[in-house]
């Protein structure tokens, strides 16, 4: 039994969530949260909105609002899909709470401190015209990299290039659409490069974990050498400075004497530094929390079962023997795999930094990049009213863009659930169950020396690999190994003729068919929660519950059944509805 944190990417709360998403980070986490709590581990699965950053008071000038009322107008249409996608998080929080501001604020003087941040200037976009500076986001230009127009001053979208300070080409305010001027400002700094040797070692170490191009990119971010990268912005919308606490350090220590920046009132915490301290700030706020004292005015997704009540936030973040697992888009990457665990390596305080970092590929609408301002996108929350929650969930875990880019394709929709949910699966079992009631009826009890030893085998032979596919978060070829024990199922079902026997033998035939469905309906569950259970109602299993130190996830011959209403699992579209 493993303690188990499940970290997902914080989505900015600017705008609708579409399948992007949902393949990238949201429905991976889900599965492997809930393929270990069938293992019988304690899963931890946290994450919330990135409620900062200049995503959100884009939109809120877009909106013509404040980005408070923005923050609180997403957040609650993301619980609300997030819910109907069936996602298993035990907490959902956001970074505006006080509870994340001080563990931000605490960790920034824990760097500071140990002497990983300093002051210093930087050359930063300046507007004469709004006589502020700007943000990254709210400056555009060419890339000095690929050259690719309209990127964002800090990062290129199309290469993936960290733009230095200044060097973006051509940059204007996207405020304005004029050329903007850089000007000098002061800002403290996270040192990377003194970190680089630990987080060598750290990466290195992750050579037979991570997935290969995972392990790569980031050795070669290492081999270009970490520079220093300002933690701090001239912005209005993010986590306050601890102004109090550095007068008082300042004070204290002779050595950092002069560590106050100019105008630090003005100054915020930069979103990339903060954002990511989340996973933290979130169990924590797990650890503290009970359904007694939610805070109603913010929304949260939060559950803590009774086998929980004696495990703290210390236990996932101090014991060695914990794993965290953290889930994420492509363009994350970096901020996962050097930067977070730098500023846990930093703060020297002994965290848990991350056993593997399951980065997903772009998952592409019919070619293209999603695109809500271009119209290029799907609704996400109305696919699934349309199509179903399993539905969706299969279609999107079988394109799952684990090593390269992939694509939502309606025509492969249809495809992957009519031919393979609803013809194979589905059909398999409730070709099967049908048959059996006419034959023998509901009520079931088969004896162990009718169940084929070769099937047993293949029984077993299948969850281990399919163990092995999921705990390396390799879930597509885990779901074809779903899909292909109902294949087999399929064919004994025909080999044996099934309809053509009496007695005896209809009986010995229906004992290994049903072993074969109360597997499918293990197998499934992370994929497909509602569906697997409604398995497990028609044949009268238990219900799929977490208990840790319980490990559900294996082969032992089910013998007692009672069948109940038979009814289809999934839904065949028979037009498709783009929406």
């Not at 879930?475 to 044996?496: I, N, Q, R, T």
Request: charged letters at 20%; aromatic letters at 14%; proline letters at 3%.
């Amino acid at each position: 039994m493993e303690k188990i944190l499940v970290a997902v990417a914080w989505p900015y709360v600017n705008g609708d969530i579409h399948p992007g998403h949902m393949a990238g980070y949201l429905l991976p986490a889900d599965i492997f949260a809930r393929f270990n709590r069938l293992l019988g581990n304690y899963v931890l699965m946290v994450s919330g909105s990135d409620c900062h950053g200049t995503p959100i008071t884009l939109q809120a000038d877009k909106e013509k609002v404040t980005p408070i009322e923005i923050v609180y107008k997403y957040h609650a249409k993301d619980i609300s899909l997030f819910k109907k996608l069936n996602l298993s998080y035990d907490i959902y929080t956001l970074t505006v709470t006080t509870n994340h501001a001080r563990i931000v604020q605490n960790m920034f003087l824990q760097l500071l401190r140990n002497g990983y941040i300093y002051k210093s200037t930087m050359l930063q976009y300046y507007s004469s015209l709004d006589n502020k500076f700007l943000p990254d986001r709210y400056v555009e230009g060419k890339c000095p990299f690929c050259y690719a127009a309209k990127q964002r001053s800090d990062q290129c979208e199309i290469c993936g290039h960290w733009i230095p300070d200044g060097q973006l080409i051509e940059p204007v305010s996207k405020l304005s659409g004029l050329p903007v001027e850089l000007k000098e400002t002061q800002h403290y700094f996270f040192n990377f490069a003194a970190l680089e040797k630990d987080l060598y070692s750290y990466v290195q170490s992750k050579k037979h974990v991570w997935k290969d191009w995972v392990y790569n990119e980031s050795i070669g971010w290492l081999n270009k050498g970490l520079k220093s990268r300002a933690i701090t912005r001239d912005i209005d919308w993010g986590i306050s400075l601890p102004e109090e606490d550095l007068r008082d350090l300042q004070n204290l220590q002779s050595s950092l004497n002069d560590i106050m920046l100019d105008n630090i009132q003005h100054k915020k915490i930069y979103v990339w530094f903060e954002a990511v301290v989340g996973y933290l700030s979130a169990t924590i706020e797990w650890s503290q929390l009970d359904n007694n004292n939610m805070d109603n005015n913010l929304q949260k997704i939060y559950r803590r079962s009774q086998y929980y009540k004696n495990l703290y936030w210390e236990d996932f973040w101090f014991d060695t023997s914990s794993k965290h697992f953290y889930f994420m888009g492509q363009d994350n990457l970096v901020f996962h795999t050097l930067m977070w665990p730098a500023q846990l390596i930093g703060t020297k305080l002994g965290y848990t930094l991350p056993y593997n970092v399951c980065v997903n590929k772009f998952l592409n609408l019919e070619g293209n990049k999603f695109s809500k301002s271009k119209g290029w996108t799907v609704d996400l929350s109305k696919l699934v009213d349309i199509y179903g929650v399993d539905e969706i969930r299969y279609y999107i875990a079988s394109i799952l863009p684990e090593n390269k880019e992939s694509d939502f394709r309606w025509d492969s929709l249809v495809e992957k659930i009519n031919n393979e949910l609803v013809g194979i699966i589905g059909n398999f079992i409730h070709r099967s169950l049908t048959l059996c009631i006419n034959t023998l009826g509901r009520q079931l009890i088969f004896t162990p020396d009718l169940l084929r030893n070769d099937i047993q085998n293949i029984l077993s032979s299948t969850i281990k690999e399919y163990t092995k596919y999921i705990a390396e978060c390799k879930f597509v070829d885990g779901l074809k190994l779903v899909l292909s024990l109902a294949k087999f199922g399929h064919k004994y079902f025909d080999e044996s003729k099934v309809w053509t026997l009496k007695g005896g033998q209809s009986y010995s035939v229906f004992a290994n068919i049903f072993q074969i469905i109360s597997i499918l309906s293990l197998l499934l569950f992370p994929f497909l929660p509602d569906g697997a259970s409604k398995i497990r109602e028609m044949i009268g299993l238990s219900k799929i519950e977490e208990v840790p130190g319980e490990n559900q996830l294996q082969y032992i011959p089910q013998l007692d059944f009672r069948l109940g209403d038979i009814k289809l699992l999934f839904k065949k579209i028979q037009s498709v509805q783009k929406c």
